[in-house]
């Protein structure tokens, strides 16, 4: 069984920085893709930033350029380095971990660009 647990969420100015961490907790961390994804109030869930298990990282168009996806396979972690904050990126994000047949959640870290 996989455990995610998101830290690093808060409220921030925008303008401004955060970084959320996910600690991954169960068996072959290496081949799982992980993927950090949002969900504003009233909104569906989005995808955020993806990263596979060969470290090929995707974004969406709406954070390109101004967030970064990581993971470090020794530590088991993922994290996401969030740049230049905008109101619109106010949301709770959530870790998440897949391979073929098996898909797992973290239970949300809020994150809040306002000022």
């Known amino acids: 069984q996989v455990h995610l647990v998101e830290s690093g969420g808060g409220l921030v100015q925008p303008g401004g920085s955060l970084r959320l961490s996910c600690a991954f907790s169960?068996?072959?961390?290496?081949?799982?893709?992980m993927g950090w994804y949002r969900q504003a109030s009233g909104k569906q869930r989005e995808v955020v930033a993806t990263?596979?298990?060969?470290?090929?990282?995707r974004y969406s168009d709406s954070v390109k350029g101004r967030f970064t996806i990581s993971r470090d396979n020794a530590k088991e972690m993922v994290y996401l380095q969030m740049n230049s904050l905008k109101p619109e990126d106010t949301a709770v994000y959530f870790c998440h971990a897949g391979v073929p047949g098996a898909t797992f959640w973290g239970q949300g870290t809020p994150v809040t660009a306002s000022s």
């Open positions: 169960g068996s072959l961390f290496r081949m799982f893709a």
């Open positions: 990263i596979t298990s060969d470290n090929v990282t």
